[in-house]
């Protein structure tokens, strides 16, 4: 296993596909995964009322995972990051970010029309949240998935 440098953590961060966001309420732990995108130094996701964004809102602080692996080379790729989560408020932020994530992910949609989201303060209560990241990691398995190499030494 090794360190991944700034630049090919912030690499993988900015490109993932799924990221999980760890927050801890009330003593509980809570993982869930979000489609997201990385603005400046800052990632972010839309969600609607529910646990996830309630836990959020009384959370302080969020650990987000994003992984890559390619299991025909036996490789894997992994960034934690650390910050600080926030509803955002601005109207003009949170259309901009639908609209980043849009651009992201629409290669991985089948057809246009499949895709659609509420605008933001729209009825279904969608909420656009800002992960202010101050500290962000990243590890790699080596050639091969030898026992030292496993994530979690499975």
């Known amino acids: 296993m090794h360190e991944l440098n700034h630049e090919e953590s912030h690499a993988l961060l900015a490109t993932g596909e799924v990221a999980h966001i760890g ?6 732990p809570y993982v869930s995964p979000v489609s997201y995108v990385v603005v400046g130094s800052d990632l972010y996701f ?8 309630g836990a959020l809102r009384a959370a302080g602080r969020v650990c987000v995972e994003v992984c890559r692996t390619d299991a ?32 992201k992910y629409r290669p991985l949609i089948p057809s246009p029309l499949a895709f ?3 605008p933001p303060g729209g009825s279904r209560g969608a909420a656009t949240v800002r992960i202010a990241l101050d500290t962000v990691t990243g590890r790699a398995s080596s050639a091969g998935f030898g026992p030292e190499m496993r994530p979690g030494r499975l």
């Open 46 to 53: 839309r969600t609607g009322e529910g646990r996830r964004l």
């Open 116 to 118: 659609s989201w509420a």
């Open 72 to 103: 025909g080379a036996a490789h894997w790729e992994s960034v934690i990051a650390w910050g600080t989560p926030e509803v955002v408020t601005d109207e003009q932020l949170a259309t901009d970010v639908a609209t980043h994530l849009l651009e």
């Open 23 to 28: 927050v801890v309420v009330d003593g509980e």
